[in-house]
C-alpha cells in the first residue's frame, strides 16, 4: 500500500502543472539577476537614480483615474497608423509605456501581455504599448517577440508628454544607457526623455479607469489587474 501512494505521489508531483509566475515574480528574478552580477556602484547610482526621479515631481503629473485620455494618432509596427478614438469605438484600451526594445524588463512585460492577449481580445480590449523609439525598432521588437498587439511609436515623447508620463533621465543613468544601448540613436532624439512605468485601463468613452504609475522601471501592473479591470468595465456596461 505504501508503494502505491508513493508512486501515485509521485505521479501527481510529475504531472501537475507549475504555477505560472506572476509579472513581480518575473522582474524580482530579473532584478535579482542584476544585483548579483553589477558591481556596487552600478547598484548604487541605478537606484539613486530612480530615487531622483520619484522626487522630481514626474509622478504627480502623469494622468490618473477620472481623467480623460487625449486622443493620439501614432505609427505602429504593422506598418499602419493607430487613433486612440477609433480603437476605442470597439471596446476598452490597455495602454502601456515601455523604454525600449533594449529593455529587459520592458520585454519580460510586453511577453507577459503577449501571453494573455487571447484572454484581452474575448473581452474586446486592445492593447496598446508605446515606446519613444523609432518605428523601426518597435517593428523588430514586435517580429522578435511575435507580438500581436499595437506597438506604436511615439518618437519625441509627444504624447507621452500629453500624458505626463514622460521625464529626463538623470545625468548618471543617461550616462550608462546611452553607452550600452545608444538610446540618442534609437529614439532619435538627445533629450534623455524615457517614459515612467505607466499601466492605463480606459474606457470607450475616454475616462482613465485604472492606473498604475511607477518612477521604478523594474516594477510593473499585474497583467491579471488590467483584466479584471477589462472585466468590470465590461460588467458595468452589461448591468446598464
Not at 493620439?72 to 477609433?86: D, K, R
Not at 514586435?142 to 504624447?159: I, T
Request: net charge negative.
Amino acid at each position: 500500500m505504501f508503494r502505491i501512494l508513493s508512486l501515485l505521489t509521485l505521479l501527481l508531483c510529475v504531472t501537475a502543472p507549475a504555477m505560472a509566475e506572476t509579472v513581480g515574480e518575473k522582474l524580482k528574478a530579473r532584478k535579482e539577476s542584476f544585483v548579483a552580477t553589477a558591481d556596487a556602484q552600478k547598484r548604487k547610482d541605478y537606484d539613486e537614480g530612480i530615487k531622483q526621479v520619484e522626487e522630481s515631481g514626474a509622478l504627480e503629473r502623469a494622468l490618473n483615474v477620472g481623467d480623460k485620455a487625449p486622443d493620439f494618432t501614432l505609427p505602429s509596427a504593422a506598418e499602419t497608423e493607430v487613433t486612440l478614438s477609433e480603437l476605442l469605438k470597439d471596446g476598452p484600451v490597455v495602454m502601456t509605456w515601455y523604454r525600449g526594445e533594449w529593455c529587459p524588463y520592458c520585454n519580460i512585460y510586453l511577453e507577459d501581455l503577449q501571453m494573455h492577449a487571447d484572454d484581452f481580445k474575448a473581452e474586446g480590449a486592445q492593447i496598446v504599448a508605446i515606446s519613444p523609439e523609432k518605428i523601426d525598432n518597435g517593428m523588430k521588437l514586435a517580429d522578435r517577440m511575435a507580438l500581436k498587439y499595437h506597438v506604436l511609436s511615439d518618437e519625441g515623447s509627444k504624447v507621452a508628454t500629453e500624458y505626463g508620463v514622460v521625464y529626463t533621465l538623470p545625468p548618471k543613468i543617461a550616462e550608462y544607457l546611452q553607452k550600452a544601448f545608444h538610446i540618442h540613436e534609437a529614439n532619435n532624439d538627445e533629450r534623455n526623455l524615457l517614459p515612467l512605468a505607466v499601466s492605463y485601463v480606459i474606457a470607450q468613452d475616454g475616462t482613465i479607469t485604472y492606473a498604475y504609475i511607477n518612477a521604478d522601471y523594474r516594477e510593473r501592473a499585474e497583467t491579471k489587474e488590467l483584466l479584471e479591470e477589462v472585466r468590470k468595465l465590461n460588467q458595468g456596461i452589461m448591468s446598464e
